[in-house]
């Protein structure tokens, strides 16, 4: 019957990588990690991706009366809006015609936009910069939701640290394989994010501005790898008529 099925399909396709992968995730939460690390260290002290942050601290200088301070961290938040609302509507099935690959356009455009935050020195406005790393986060946040199948984020460590923790303690009292598998992909997700903080806030210290180039050449990493898997889904083929099986 295995026979009979291969050779009427003639061809094993490859798995393809996904926006839900565990490796694009990986890369994604490293550079989620180093552009908090980036903004924070670099550009005047106000989180890009985690708005929980930046809305504690604006509420901290409203309630100190420093008004213009408190401003400061509503702008990301805004911009952070602002990239949700384009990202929801690049992903309207209406606008398949105009982007055909949503995950490939937004890697792309933000890539553009990082690299243009290299170039915008010290002595430049950090609300620029802020705002534009805030909007490129939202994209890539409401863009990539899932790993495997099940809810994440790759801007920020809450919620993953709680799904780590649940599948690690279902694993436990359950004797639950799957739930100890998915406590470990979290886990890697979790570390990923902590390493790209921990690059960040090195790399922006002793390299500056130009320290966010890393995430650029981190993100081209997934785009080549999306665009390989879907050659290889188109073209690859492997014929099982003389193999044997």
């Known amino acids: 019957m295995i026979k009979m099925q291969i050779k009427n399909e003639n061809k094993i396709n490859f798995k393809k990588l996904t926006s839900e992968s ?4 990986i890369l994604l939460t490293l550079v989620g990690g180093f552009l908090d690390a980036y903004t924070f260290v670099g550009r005047g002290g106000v989180f890009a991706n985690a708005q929980t942050g930046n809305v504690v601290l604006m509420g901290i200088e409203a309630a100190a009366g420093e008004w213009e301070k408190a401003v400061l961290y509503a702008v990301p938040i805004l911009a952070f809006i602002v990239g949700v609302v384009v990202a929801e509507t690049i992903k309207k099935p209406s606008m398949r015609l105009l982007i055909p690959d949503t995950e490939r356009a937004v890697l792309i ?14 002595t430049g406005p950090d ?5 534009a790393i805030s909007f490129v986060a939202a994209l890539q946040f ?8 099940s809810p994440y984020n790759t801007i920020a460590i809450t919620g993953n640290l709680r799904s780590a923790t649940q599948e690690a303690y279902l694993a436990v009292t359950r004797k639950d394989y799957k739930s100890a598998f998915q406590a470990v992909r979290f886990s890697v997700i979790n570390l990923s994010f902590l ?10 210290s002793f390299i500056g501005v130009k320290a966010v180039w890393v995430t650029v050449i981190v993100l081209i990493c997934p785009v080549i790898l999306l665009s390989t898997d879907e050659y290889k889904s188109k073209n690859v083929r492997i014929d099982a008529k003389g193999s044997g099986v």
């Open 127 to 131: 609300m620029m910069v802020t705002v």
């Open 195 to 204: 390493a790209g903080a921990i690059l960040g806030g090195l790399l922006t």
């Open 109 to 122: 455009l933000e890539i553009a936009v990082l690299f243009i935050v290299g170039f915008i020195p010290y």
């Open 142 to 149: 409401s863009v990539f939701r899932k790993l495997d199948g």
């Open 22 to 25: 565990v490796e694009l995730g």
